[in-house]
Structure formats: C-alpha cells, structure tokens
C-alpha cells in the first residue's frame, strides 16, 4: 500500500530513513546531513516542508513503510504564469515504476492551485530517469548548463568595449524595491525564471546590499539592469545578469556581463567565473560562448507536461 507523506509530518527516523535514500538513488548531488536536506526543503518555497513529498510503501500490511521516491513542488509561479515547478526528483532504479503514482499523487496535493503547465527537472545525464518520466507524459524541453571560463579569458573572440553606456552603482537595502523591479523586468520572459517579492529579494541579497556583488546599470538616471554576483573558494559565481526588454538588443548584455567580471578581476582572489543558463536561452548562451565561457557540464534536464 503507498502513501504520499510531506517533510513536516515525519518523524525523525523517517527523515533519516529518507535522507538515505536521496543519497543512495543517485539523483544529483546528495545533501551531506540530514539537517542540511531538512534547511532545504523547509524553506518558504516549500511551504516550510509541506511541499516535498515523498512516496512510501509496506510490503505487507502493518509491516515497516519505506521510501519509494520523492520530490518537490514550487507553486509561487502558478498565479502569476500559470507554472508549477516539480524539482528534487529521487527514484532509486529499482523504483522508476512508481514514478506515475509519485507524480500523480503530488499533483494531487497542488490540484487547487491555478498552473495550467507543470515542469519536471531532474540532473543531467541520467538518460534512464528521462526515459521513465517520458513514459510518465512528459516531453523534453531544454537542459541546464554550467559554464565557465578563466577570470583573465585568452579567447580572442571575447569582446573588447570601446565604449561603455551604462553607470553601474552597488545597491543599499532601502534600494531593493527597484532591485526586485528591475530583476522581474528582466526575467519575466526566461523560461525557468522566479518572480521575485520584496521578502525574497530581501532574503536572496542578505550580506551583499551596498557591495560590489550586487549592482544596478543605469542609463542616465533609469536602472536598466542588474548584475548579481557571489565568491566562494576562489570561484566568482555570476548568480544573475539581466536587461529589461524595452533597453535588450543594444549590448548592455555584453556591458553588464563586462563588469562582472571586471569585478572579479579587481578583488585578485578569482581565479574562474562561473554562470549556469538553460540551452533555451540562446541570447544568453551566445553571449557568454562569445565572452570565452565554455559548456563544462550538464546540470539539469527538464521535461513539461500540459495540465
């Protein structure tokens, strides 16, 4: 008999028992504790835990259940574009015939909510998985990609600016409702994109308001992009770099890319940029092909299925 159970509702055995089996099904990087598996999943995207779901079984009655699978729901996107976001996919290969009952049954859960397309991410290169959750209704839609390339580029396509338009200004705290603005502007059409409020942009940027790592470009006194970035262990991480649509087409991409690495460049303990994109967004994957960035793996592959 299977049962579909959330994070919050389980008892501290079973949140071990779960956290063994993410790690032993092989589905991505596995979390190293079960208490960093329960921060991720008891966050405000998943409702405090109430939106991972998890798949357990008993093969007989009244005998000891077991975890057959899980995954999470993101529902923030079903009001504003219609979308719901199913993420975390764990299926040990023994279980991928219970996919359509996991999937069926956490759909179940979100029926209420308004999203009209639901799409399915699971990591890359896992082309049995993929084959599974096709035979589950799902179509394939694009990958993700991480990219990288050295922080000092000996490509010699990478651009040269001879002229720079755009002032970039860090961004203090009391700036953020025009940070959160501008970064929706920017990403309302990305196909993967998360629509911002206020307390998450205030959650997402926490440390790094007043910075160099977070920047607004203005033409003349209107801010028309945004540029986000992080530094760990010697790897500048390029979290965002956006241009809203009415300023796109006239190489502010290229001018904010531009400065983001300028900014690694100056701290002196950069020694890799590193950027992810979907292989959708094919404006964005050529400028950074074009800026010496280089495919280095495939983080994601994701599937959608109409409602």
Known sequence: MEQLRILADLAADERQQLFEYIASAGCGEPFHSVDEMIRRYSGPEYDCGRLHFSLWCSASAGGRQEVRGCVAAITREAEPKGLLYLIGLQLAAGDFGMLPKLLDAALSKVEETPWRKVFLGMPGGRSDLGTAVQQAGFTFVWKGLALERPVLSSSPETPRLALKTLRFRPVPESAISTLVDVNNAAFRDVANSATLTIEDGLQWYRGRFGTDLI????????PVSLLCLDVQDGIGEVESVGVVPSRQGRGYGQ?????????????????TVRLTVID????ALRLYLKNGFAVVRELSAWYQRER
Do not use: H, M, P
């Open 215 to 222: 920047q607004l470009g203005y033409e003349d006194d209107e």
């Open 255 to 271: 001018e904010t890319l531009s400065q983001a690495v300028e900014i690694f460049l100056a701290r002196g303990d950069v020694k």
């Open 280 to 283: 959708s967004n094919e404006r």
